[in-house]
């Protein structure tokens, strides 16, 4: 298996998303944006940071990098492909996942460790986890209210496409814990295929329990776990963050 890190001018957490990758024994490569290839690579990433200096809207510059071709591509695929925070933003600015994600409401930049909530973990991204589970993952955003027409929220609600959900310490999902305004507290969602993910929190930033947590762990194990990169055989060990989760 092997993982590409697509990097955008003003991607800044790129080197988290690699090290995150390689600490779990995944060959991973930085892909600079004026590639057009991602050929042979399993996981493609699209990491958090301000590409493009965030001008116009965030992601709106990034769209139109020659590597976004490929990158459709992949996904077309039926490839895993990850979009985490600015990551996410480029997804929907591209049209592989639908909405948008606009100003928080608060109208501030949020920095902060954050309690989400897996709403579904039928794919490839979660289902080494279980629907319910609480994450402590970090959040750090200024435009991270994901917002769609009713429609696209009836469908991504029925379809069981919301895969995390903005939630209190409790697990109970109200307006309070809500960071950033997001219509139904979304905060990650997947495509029709289930191939694409894109998330506001960052789970590259939540793998070492030095660091406040390490529940991010449970998304790259499970991606990996997909490819067959773990074993799943009940005789070897279950991967470290699943025993923890509450």
């Known amino acids: 298996m092997k993982a590409a890190v697509i990097r955008f001018p003003g991607s800044n957490c790129d080197q988290d998303c690699v090290l995150a990758l390689t600490n779990l024994g995944v060959p991973t490569d930085y892909v600079w944006h004026k590639d057009t290839s991602v050929a042979g690579y399993d996981l493609v990433v699209l990491p958090g940071g301000f590409s493009y200096g965030d001008y116009l809207r965030c992601g709106a510059i990034a769209r139109f990098s020659p590597i976004m071709q490929a990158v459709k591509e992949h996904a077309a695929a039926g490839k895993l492909l990850m979009g985490?925070?600015?990551?996410?933003?480029?997804?929907?600015?591209?049209?592989?996942?639908?909405?948008?994600?606009?100003?928080?409401?608060?109208?501030?930049?949020?920095?902060?460790?954050?309690?989400?909530?897996?709403?579904?973990?039928?794919?490839?991204?979660?289902?080494?986890?279980?629907?319910?589970?609480?994450?402590?993952?970090?959040?750090?955003?200024?435009?991270?209210?994901?917002?769609?027409?009713?429609?696209?929220?009836?469908?991504?609600?029925?379809?069981?496409r919301v895969l995390l959900r903005y939630v209190n310490e409790g697990g109970a999902s109200t307006d309070s814990p809500n960071p950033n305004g997001s219509i139904d507290g979304i905060a990650g969602i997947v495509n029709e295929g289930r191939n694409v993910f894109g998330l506001m929190p960052h789970p590259e930033r939540a793998c070492d329990a030095r660091?406040?947590?390490?529940?991010?762990?449970?998304?790259?194990?499970?991606?990996?776990a997909s490819l067959g990169a773990i074993s799943l055989d009940e005789n070897a060990a279950a991967p470290t963050t699943s025993r923890s989760l509450t």
């Open 84 to 160: 985490i925070c600015n990551g996410f933003q480029i997804l929907c600015e591209a049209g592989l996942l639908p909405g948008a994600l606009i100003r928080n409401r608060s109208l501030y930049f949020v920095c902060q460790h954050q309690n989400v909530r897996v709403e579904d973990v039928a794919n490839p991204f979660l289902h080494l986890c279980r629907t319910g589970a609480t994450l402590r993952i970090p959040i750090a955003h200024g435009e991270g209210s994901y917002t769609a027409d009713p429609e696209t929220i009836r469908n991504l609600e029925r379809e069981g």
């Open 211 to 224: 660091l406040g947590s390490d529940d991010g762990c449970i998304i790259f194990e499970s991606v990996l």
